[in-house]
């Protein structure tokens, strides 16, 4: 059975700033992305946005491993 998980960190603010995505499947990375910071909202409230960004797309991620895994069961 696949186990399906991700990992947000900080990137540094010489690289932008903002968070990086890793979705992982079983412990290994399988795709992800990067969430600067949105713009015009304050530093905080940038940062808070594109976390939530970051777990938006993670969730939708998981989701559709998991949706997958349940209609390829169900065949």
């Known amino acids: ?5 991700y990992q947000i960190d900080p ?21 992800g992305g990067v969430f600067p910071p949105i713009e ?11 976390y939530d960004e970051a777990i938006y797309e993670a969730s939708l991620w998981i989701t559709e491993q998991k949706n997958r895994r349940h209609s390829e069961i169900s065949r």
């Open 1 to 5: 059975m696949k186990n399906y998980s």
């Open 40 to 50: 015009g909202f304050g530093d905080e409230l940038g940062l808070q946005i594109a």
């Open 11 to 31: 990137r540094p603010v010489e690289v932008g700033g903002g968070w990086r995505l890793r979705l992982l499947e079983n412990g290994k990375e399988v795709g």
